[in-house]
């Protein structure tokens, strides 16, 4: 080490709070806001190359003089000057601007990164004490907000940037602390953070829950009403799902206990021993234990019988769990309206206690409207709320079965699967894990659970006439029970013990004073009963139609026509917003209706402005939609709603994909449209209307509403963020009937090259005649960025085919096209694939210098996922040179920035770690090469790519190792 660098490293930085340099721990004066936003902005950047016109824009701005060039160098040799760094070791000029090369020990940002990594690995293997002195360390870096009083406006996204990382790690370190019992102690610090972040959920959720575990449940209440009535004020929702449901505890009296840290395990090697941190998918900092069941019944009655046999299957505690026990599973059978969902999320509620690691459920929509919850949609919500980032998600069933057994694995959590239609259907949702317990419903006997996993099987069938009994004298009450006792065992008899239809009987008579029990008795006995499309033969319990006619008939018209439009939705629930643009109202008068359907169990509330049908209820909905209302009024209904999801759907997707072309670029917009605040908001509703917006793209397919159909599929890209792959391809192969019936040929190609993308990132070989074809329609239709998509995506199909020749061809025609057009997304895209090509082919310097391209590029426009595969297949092109060093600083660069990536990592993380091991390897850094090497074939398996997680497996078993012994096992 030379004189000067070895004075460099007695150099530190520190930006998290003031902006400070520090020589052998003594204040560096930095005069001027300039020189000082320069080396905030190379210290933001740590290690990368940071491009002259990115440091003008830092130092000077929207209108930078016309000498800024020349004052940057200035100000960079006046920094050098200061920092004693004369032979210009620490700030280095490069080609095309300057880098800053620190050490971790040197820059405060890379310390608090790398021990806020290394508190997480500790609580992975359980030991939380550690973990919390480690996050603590982290934290006690800070001194303020990230470069407090430097103002830049390019400054203002990284500084926000590692607040929202310190704040994250106070979350966690709270959450850590609350496991362990430490209830008391946070409850003054999360005081104050809330204060400080009135509207930050996550904090809010961690302070009631302390103030509830030390008991004092009135201002946890108090915590929970202040968030809310602030975030209606502020802006316009309400708390999200994970919040209502603690209230909902909380009042219900059903605290959740803290848990003691787990045991340290060992892994039986030797002091010294380094071993590479085993990679699981980055959990979402500070989730909270997901407690996901509905509201429960308060007047549940009987099932006696039913609720002791759950009772006897419950798993042993975990103290008491052997090797050879196994997961239990329990499945309730009945007829539709018979209360299997009651009995199951009542149950479930009084047990949920005995399963600290949480409570998962969900609706399968076996017996509902549309398509059946896919196994793969259900897996991905099991595994957000279980803190599993949605971009970390893996595609397909069987990767992500296997993630979720993965992060059930050793814990106690409780998983009800309502209204199942199939045996299929559940299997892949089963952990393996003893001390877990499944419970579904379904209308179907399920005997091949009973016959293959050994499920309990429990038959739910109509309540007994004592039960039945004791359910309307809990709704009327006792007094009025005694004094028409003759009309309540009539009403019960006429009810044939269905729940549903009692419940609604007798809620009628307890709304209505004037109204006996006679009465209802009366209307039941000369009214018409059968309800034909659900009634079997002369089945008694065909008088719920009767049941649901005079509920019906008590509401006002305007109640009325929303109940009768409800039944014409495609998607298992709506939301407020939805059901105003159904039936043409405004979202205040919608809520307004919602909330007395609701009142009068016409529907169910799920959520904060969110709402499902009883699947009887909805046929009879549909039902009386079709006798009441005009052909005319069913078209609008169904126009008004796609036009709003259409619309709502490619505003959100504006939000989240701010680069990217769409062929749409004008949907109808609704009378009332629904805006989103922010990026993460429009994720949540898109992810939240998930199975809606599929629902409704296949319903406007259906009835022949094709331009809404192939502008829904145009703003169904965040599927792919989601890993939902199949739901991109069967939503494409439907929408490729409305887009034909349009004559459009760039809608056609624009539904091919949807499916065709799909179809390429499973290998699957149908894409390339997609993309063939949508190549031709782009061409025909004159369509330029539908060419150069389709061009892109043949290039890599025929790639990885190793048909290079025809890959070369494809991608510089769409590297000729995009030039010039656009914002440059398409230029970079075409850059990065042809500098993937050349490093294929072994021409490094081109790779070298179309990915520098590509990444300039992508850098400009904010696309750090691109960037970030940019990065890569730089490295990959020093690679070739024989410069590992150049190789390593932009591996190291492309795998930071792929971290970071809201994308998907088996197309941003993976292949950056792939390259980093290569350079470590080359250099004998054995140990690093391998751990980067294995986490990105986990990545891969993970995401379902078993062929690309083979080929790294098969690089490391024939890399050549030092020594045999030096390879640690692969796993």
């Given at each position: 080490?030379?004189?000067?660098?070895?004075?460099?490293?007695?150099?530190?930085?520190?930006?998290?709070?003031?902006?400070?340099?520090?020589?052998?721990?003594?204040?560096?004066?930095?005069?001027?806001?300039?020189?000082?936003?320069?080396?905030a902005?190379?210290?933001?950047?740590?290690?990368?190359?940071?491009?002259?016109?990115?440091?003008?824009?830092?130092?000077?701005?929207?209108?930078?003089?016309?000498?800024?060039?020349?004052?940057?160098?200035?100000?960079?040799?006046?920094?050098?000057?200061?920092?004693?760094?004369?032979?210009?070791?620490?700030?280095?000029?490069?080609?095309?601007?300057?880098?800053?090369?620190?050490?971790?020990?040197?820059?405060?940002?890379?310390?608090?990164?790398?021990?806020?990594?290394?508190?997480?690995?500790?609580?992975?293997?359980?030991?939380?004490?550690?973990?919390?002195?480690?996050?603590?360390?982290?934290?006690?870096?800070?001194?303020?907000?990230?470069?407090d009083?430097?103002?830049?406006?390019a400054?203002?996204?990284?500084?926000?940037?590692?607040?929202?990382?310190?704040?994250?790690?106070?979350?966690?370190?709270?959450?850590?602390?609350?496991?362990?019992?430490?209830?008391?102690?946070?409850?003054?610090?999360?005081?104050?953070?809330?204060?400080?972040?009135?509207?930050?959920?996550?904090?809010?959720?961690?302070l009631?829950?302390?103030?509830?575990?030390?008991?004092?449940?009135?201002?946890?209440?108090?915590?929970?009403?202040?968030?809310?009535?602030s975030?209606?004020?502020?802006?316009?929702v309400?708390?999200?799902?994970?919040?209502?449901?603690?209230?909902?505890?909380?009042?219900?009296?059903?605290?959740?206990?803290?848990?003691?840290?787990?045991?340290?395990?060992?892994?039986?090697?030797?002091?010294?021993?380094?071993?590479?941190?085993?990679?699981?998918?980055?959990?979402?900092?500070?989730?909270?234990?997901?407690?996901?069941?509905?509201?429960?019944?308060?007047?549940?009655?009987?099932?006696?019988?039913?609720?002791?046999?759950?009772?006897?299957?419950?798993?042993?505690?975990?103290h008491?769990?052997?090797?050879?026990?196994?997961?239990?599973?329990?499945?309730?059978?009945?007829?539709?309206?018979?209360?299997?969902?009651?009995?199951?999320?009542?149950?479930?509620?009084?047990?949920?206690?005995?399963?600290?690691?949480?409570?998962?459920?969900?609706?399968?929509?076996?017996?509902?409207?549309?398509?059946?919850?896919?196994?793969?949609?259900?897996?991905?919500?099991?595994?957000?709320?279980?803190?599993?980032?949605?971009?970390?998600?893996?595609?397909?069933?069987?990767?992500?079965?296997?993630?979720?057994?993965?992060?059930?694995?050793?814990?106690?959590?409780?998983?009800?699967?309502?209204?199942?239609?199939?045996?299929?259907?559940?299997?892949?949702?089963?952990?393996?894990?003893?001390?877990?317990?499944?419970?579904?419903?379904?209308?179907?006997?399920?005997?091949?659970?009973?016959?293959?996993?050994?499920?309990?099987?429990?038959?739910?069938?109509?309540?007994?006439?004592?039960?039945?009994?004791?359910?309307?004298?809990?709704?009327?009450?006792?007094?009025?029970?005694?004094?028409?006792?003759?009309?309540?065992?009539?009403?019960?008899?006429?009810?044939?013990?269905?729940?549903?239809?009692?419940?609604?009987?007798?809620?009628?008579?307890?709304?209505?004073?004037?109204?006996?029990?006679?009465?209802?008795v009366?209307?039941?006995?000369?009214?018409?009963?059968a309800?034909?499309?659900?009634s079997?033969?002369?089945?008694?319990?065909?008088?719920?139609?009767?049941?649901?006619?005079?509920?019906?008939?008590?509401?006002?018209?305007?109640?009325?026509?929303?109940?009768?439009?409800?039944?014409?939705?495609?998607?298992?629930?709506?939301?407020?917003?939805?059901?105003?643009?159904?039936?043409?109202?405004?979202?205040?008068?919608?809520?307004?209706?919602?909330?007395?359907?609701?009142?009068?169990h016409?529907?169910?509330?799920?959520?904060?402005?969110?709402?499902?049908?009883?699947?009887?209820?909805?046929?009879?909905?549909?039902?009386?939609?079709?006798?009441?209302?005009?052909?005319?009024?069913?078209?609008?209904?169904?126009?008004?709603?796609?036009?709003?999801?259409?619309?709502?759907?490619?505003?959100?997707?504006?939000?989240?994909?701010?680069?990217?072309?769409?062929?749409?670029?004008?949907?109808?917009?609704?009378?009332?449209?629904?805006?989103?605040?922010?990026?993460?908001?429009?994720?949540a509703?898109?992810?939240?209307?998930?199975?809606?917006?599929?629902?409704?793209?296949?319903?406007?397919?259906?009835?022949?509403?094709?331009?809404?159909?192939?502008?829904?599929?145009?703003?169904l890209?965040?599927?792919?963020?989601?890993?939902?792959?199949?739901?991109?391809?069967?939503?494409?192969?439907?929408?490729?009937?409305?887009?034909?019936?349009?004559?459009?040929?760039?809608?056609?190609?624009?539904?091919?090259?949807?499916?065709?993308?799909?179809?390429?990132?499973?290998?699957?070989?149908?894409?390339?005649?997609?993309?063939?074809?949508?190549a031709?329609?782009a061409?025909?239709?004159?369509?330029?960025?539908l060419?150069?998509?389709?061009?892109?995506?043949?290039?890599?199909?025929?790639?990885?085919?190793?048909?290079?020749?025809?890959?070369?061809?494809?991608?510089?025609?769409?590297?000729?096209?995009?030039?010039?057009?656009g914002?440059?997304?398409?230029?970079?895209?075409?850059?990065?694939?042809?500098?993937?090509?050349?490093?294929d082919?072994?021409?490094?310097?081109?790779?070298?210098?179309?990915?520098?391209?590509?990444?300039?590029?992508?850098?400009?426009?904010?696309?750090?996922?691109?960037?970030?595969?940019?990065?890569?297949?730089?490295?990959?092109?020093?690679?070739?040179?024989?410069?590992?060093?150049?190789?390593?600083?932009?591996?190291?660069?492309?795998?930071?920035?792929?971290?970071?990536?809201?994308?998907?990592?088996?197309?941003?993380?993976a292949?950056?770690l792939?390259?980093?091991?290569?350079?470590?390897?080359?250099?004998?850094r054995?140990?690093?090469?391998?751990?980067?090497?294995?986490?990105?074939?986990?990545?891969?398996?993970?995401?379902?790519?078993?062929?690309?997680?083979?080929?790294?497996?098969?690089?490391?078993?024939?890399?050549?190792?030092?020594?045999?012994?030096?390879?640690?096992?692969?796993?």
């Amino acid at each position: 080490m030379t004189v000067s660098e070895e004075r460099a490293a007695r150099v530190e930085f520190q930006v998290l709070g003031p902006l400070q340099a520090l020589a052998d721990g003594n204040p560096v004066p930095l005069p001027g806001a300039r020189r000082q936003r320069l080396l905030a902005g190379l210290l933001m950047a740590a290690n990368s190359l940071v491009p002259m016109s990115r440091l003008i824009e830092t130092v000077f701005g929207d209108e930078p003089p016309d000498s800024a060039v020349k004052q940057v160098q200035n100000s960079a040799s006046v920094l050098r000057e200061r920092l004693k760094d004369s032979e210009r070791q620490l700030i280095v000029t490069e080609e095309s601007g300057y880098r800053i090369r620190v050490r971790e020990n040197q820059l405060d940002s890379l310390r608090f990164t790398t021990t806020l990594a290394d508190s997480r690995r500790h609580a992975a293997e359980g030991d939380l004490d550690r973990a919390i002195s480690s996050i603590r360390s982290a934290l006690s870096l800070w001194r303020g907000p990230a470069l407090d009083g430097l103002r830049s406006a390019a400054l203002s996204g990284p500084a926000a940037r590692l607040d929202e990382q310190r704040l994250g790690a106070m979350e966690l370190c709270a959450r850590w602390r609350l496991e362990l019992g430490q209830h008391q102690d946070v409850v003054d610090e999360l005081s104050d953070l809330v204060h400080s972040h009135p509207l930050r959920e996550g904090l809010h959720a961690q302070l009631i829950t302390a103030l509830d575990r030390c008991g004092r449940r009135a201002e946890a209440l108090h915590a929970f009403h202040r968030l809310s009535t602030s975030l209606v004020q502020e802006l316009g929702v309400g708390p999200g799902a994970g919040l209502q449901r603690l209230h909902e505890q909380i009042l219900a009296g059903h605290s959740q206990p803290s848990r003691p840290s787990r045991p340290r395990r060992g892994n039986g090697t030797q002091p010294g021993t380094t071993l590479p941190a085993p990679r699981v998918p980055s959990i979402t900092p500070a989730s909270p234990t997901p407690r996901q069941l509905p509201h429960a019944i308060r007047d549940f009655t009987g099932r006696t019988d039913h609720l002791t046999a759950l009772d006897a299957l419950l798993p042993p505690g975990s103290h008491e769990l052997g090797s050879g026990q196994a997961v239990v599973i329990s499945a309730l059978d009945g007829s539709g309206g018979v209360g299997k969902t009651t009995l199951a999320v009542h149950w479930a509620h009084r047990v949920q206690h005995r399963f600290p690691d949480g409570t998962l459920h969900t609706d399968l929509r076996g017996y509902g409207p549309g398509r059946p919850a896919t196994p793969a949609e259900v897996l991905d919500d099991f595994l957000v709320a279980l803190g599993v980032p949605p971009a970390a998600v893996p595609a397909g069933t069987g990767a992500r079965s296997g993630l979720y057994r993965t992060l059930a694995s050793g814990r106690r959590i409780l998983i009800v699967l309502d209204n199942a239609n199939s045996a299929e259907q559940v299997r892949p949702l089963l952990p393996a894990t003893p001390g877990c317990m499944v419970l579904v419903t379904s209308r179907d006997s399920l005997s091949g659970l009973v016959v293959t996993e050994a499920a309990h099987r429990l038959t739910v069938d109509v309540l007994s006439p004592s039960e039945a009994k004791a359910l309307v004298v809990g709704i009327i009450g006792p007094h009025r029970a005694a004094a028409d006792s003759a009309a309540v065992d009539d009403l019960v008899g006429l009810c044939s013990g269905l729940p549903l239809a009692l419940r609604i009987a007798a809620g009628r008579a307890a709304a209505h004073p004037n109204t006996t029990v006679a009465d209802i008795v009366t209307e039941l006995t000369h009214e018409d009963s059968a309800l034909d499309a659900l009634s079997r033969n002369q089945d008694p319990r065909a008088a719920v139609r009767t049941v649901f006619a005079w509920s019906y008939d008590q509401l006002t018209p305007p109640q009325a026509r929303l109940f009768r439009h409800l039944g014409l939705h495609p998607g298992p629930d709506i939301s407020t917003p939805a059901a105003a643009a159904l039936a043409d109202l405004t979202p205040r008068e919608a809520r307004s209706l919602l909330s007395a359907l609701a009142d009068a169990h016409l529907i169910e509330p799920v959520a904060h402005d969110r709402y499902r049908f009883h699947d009887l209820l909805r046929a009879y909905a549909a039902e009386l939609t079709h006798d009441r209302d005009t052909e005319h009024d069913h078209r609008r209904a169904r126009q008004a709603v796609l036009s709003w999801y259409t619309h709502t759907a490619h505003t959100a997707d504006r939000q989240v994909y701010p680069t990217c072309t769409r062929l749409t670029t004008n949907p109808l917009t609704p009378p009332h449209p629904h805006p989103h605040a922010d990026r993460d908001r429009a994720w949540a509703w898109l992810t939240a209307e998930r199975a809606n917006l599929v629902a409704a793209l296949h319903h406007a397919v259906d009835h022949q509403l094709d331009q809404h159909a192939v502008q829904l599929i145009d703003a169904l890209g965040f599927l792919v963020l989601t890993g939902a792959w199949e739901d991109r391809i069967t939503t494409a192969t439907a929408g490729l009937r409305a887009a034909r019936r349009t004559g459009a040929p760039d809608h056609e190609a624009n539904v091919l090259l949807a499916r065709g993308e799909a179809l390429a990132h499973l290998r699957r070989p149908e894409a390339e005649p997609d993309l063939t074809r949508a190549a031709e329609l782009a061409q025909d239709a004159g369509n330029i960025h539908l060419q150069i998509a389709a061009r892109t995506e043949l290039g890599q199909v025929t790639r990885r085919q190793n048909r290079l020749t025809e890959a070369l061809r494809h991608l510089q025609e769409a590297l000729t096209l995009s030039r010039g057009h656009g914002t440059g997304r398409w230029e970079a895209v075409a850059e990065g694939n042809l500098a993937d090509l050349y490093a294929d082919l072994g021409n490094h310097h081109q790779a070298i210098a179309h990915g520098a391209r590509s990444a300039e590029l992508r850098h400009a426009i904010g696309d750090t996922d691109g960037e970030a595969c940019a990065l890569a297949t730089v490295a990959r092109g020093w690679q070739g040179t024989g410069d590992h060093h150049a190789a390593l600083t932009h591996a190291r660069h492309a795998v930071e920035l792929g971290r970071a990536s809201i994308g998907s990592h088996e197309e941003t993380l993976a292949p950056s770690l792939s390259v980093l091991a290569t350079s470590l390897h080359d250099l004998g850094r054995e140990s690093e090469a391998l751990s980067c090497w294995q986490e990105a074939a986990q990545i891969y398996t993970e995401k379902g790519l078993h062929a690309d997680a083979d080929a790294i497996n098969q690089h490391i078993r024939t890399a050549t190792w030092p020594t045999s012994s030096s390879m640690p096992t692969h796993r």
